[in-house]
């Protein structure tokens, strides 16, 4: 269900969360310009949010993703290393903070992938996502969100039309019959009709098999 409406700001409360946030942003860039002090932080620096490394995922993933936000400021390596510790979280925040000083962004690189280079999955191809299966419990959104997170990472990538048809072939009746010769053009378009067969599944209505 959707979380209700929010009533509209009032043009104060607007003005107040704008000024906090380009306040936050400033005492940011003042603590990297104190880190590092020769440092030349962009002007107009935007504040990037990360999706957090925690120490058990693909490292290589974490990397792309991060230099992607930070594609626009990729030569200014004490910048991209000083902000790289907003990407981790838990034991991977913990094993950053005791680092010695780096200054070269290969350092970093180096450092991190003989930490958790142990992390770094074997490449997946197609009969591995073939065989995969909505596990006991999983609801259909978790499981196409799991599948397709294994998807993007295959050997050979695979178009939204590939991926709709192979995950399509994992799936068991109801799902299969309600799914199969659908023209779907992108893989999103499988998650409501998937959570309209699943209701009457968890009802009893319709037997799963």
């Known amino acids: ?25 400033n005492r940011k860039i003042e603590d990297l310009e ?12 935007k504040d990037l949010e990360f999706e957090k490394y925690n120490g058990t995922g693909d490292p290589m993933i974490h990397f792309q993703m991060y230099c992607i936000k930070l594609a626009w400021y990729a030569g200014n390596e004490p910048l991209s290393i000083q902000t790289f510790k ?5 034991q991977a925040a913990v094993w950053f903070s005791q680092l010695k000083k780096l200054t070269r962004w290969k350092e970093l690189v180096d450092a991190f992938l003989a930490q958790y280079g142990h992390n770094i999955h074997s490449a997946l191809d197609h009969f591995d996502l073939q065989r995969m299966v909505n596990k006991s ?17 295959v050997r050979l990538p695979l178009e939204e039309k590939e991926m709709v048809n192979i995950f399509i072939d994992t799936l068991k009746s109801p799902y299969f019959d309600e799914t199969l010769g659908l023209q779907l053009q992108f893989f999103a378009y499988l998650i409501p009709i998937g959570e309209r067969v699943e209701d009457p599944v968890n009802s009893k209505k319709i037997v799963d098999t």
């Open 34 to 45: 104190e880190k590092f002090p020769n440092m030349e932080v962009p002007h107009k620096f």
């Open 137 to 153: 419990g999983e609801t259909f959104q978790e499981y196409a969100h799991c599948w397709r997170e294994r998807a993007v990472v």
């Open 86 to 90: 907003e990407n981790l979280t838990g």
């Open 1 to 25: 269900m959707d979380p209700p409406p929010q009533p509209p700001l009032k043009p104060e409360d607007s003005e107040n969360q704008y000024a906090k946030r380009v306040s936050q942003i």
